[in-house]
Nanobody, 118 residues
Framework: QVQLVESGGGLVQPGGSLRLSCAAS????????MGWYRQAPGKERELVAA???????DYADSVKGRFTISRDNAKNTVYLQMNNLKPEDTAVYYC????????????WGQGTQVTVSS
């Protein structure tokens, strides 16, 4: 099994930056892709950014040019660098991993709150 632990959320002013981290442990060799999702109050969870085991990335249109997903294979960690944050970026951010280990699986982290407010 894969376990995910997120960190790095907090309160930031509009225009500020934050970096989220997601450390993976367990059967990490089975992971095909990892991503960051977010869920604002009253809204559905949405994909923010994703990175595959091959290094391909994908972003939601709303964060393109502001957010960057990256990974450090030596640390088994995926990062989400968030720049020029806006109030509408306020949400709980969840790390996600999907892979195959005897069968397909999806694993979620516990979530970390990001609040953008002056």
């Amino acid at each position: 099994q894969v376990q995910l632990v997120e960190s790095g959320g907090g309160l930031v002013q509009p225009g500020g930056s934050l970096r989220l981290s997601c450390a993976a442990s367990g059967t990490i060799f089975t992971i095909k892709a990892m991503g960051w999702y977010r869920q604002a109050p009253g809204k559905e969870r949405e994909l923010v950014a994703a990175i595959t085991s091959g290094g391909s990335t994908d972003y939601a249109d709303s964060v393109k040019g502001r957010f960057t997903i990256s990974r450090d294979n030596a640390k088994n960690t995926v990062y989400l660098q968030m720049n020029n944050l806006k109030p509408e970026d306020t949400a709980v951010y969840y790390c996600n991993a999907d892979g195959v280990y005897y069968s397909d699986y999806v694993v979620w982290g516990q979530g970390t709150q990001v609040t953008v407010s002056s």
